[in-house]
């Protein structure tokens, strides 16, 4: 980690929570943050991981099918996602098509 990013996170640390919750908002919406994968990360981990969202998928799609959880009216999900956003402070963007 260079000096820069070194002193940038020693600031951040003094930053009040409300503070430090309206940097970062304002970070994602100027910088598109991605985690980028490792250069060494290998094939077999990979493949690992998408192994482990099929079982999910599979699993959410059979939760579905019997009957076993409760599905969202898409103005339900909306709503809680709306709460979200405004909850932490945080814009939420506006998808158009």
Known sequence: MSA???HICREI???APDEARELFANLQRQY?????????DDTEDEAHIEAEWDAEI??????????TVKLLSAEESESR?????????????VFTP
């Open 4 to 6: 820069a990013v070194q």
């Open 13 to 15: 640390d003094q930053l």
């Open 32 to 40: 598109s943050l991605r985690i980028i994968a490792a250069p060494d």
């Open 58 to 67: 599979d699993k959410r799609v059979r939760e579905i099918e019997e009957g």
């Open 81 to 93: 996602t709306d709460a979200v956003f405004a909850k932490l402070g945080i814009q939420r963007p």
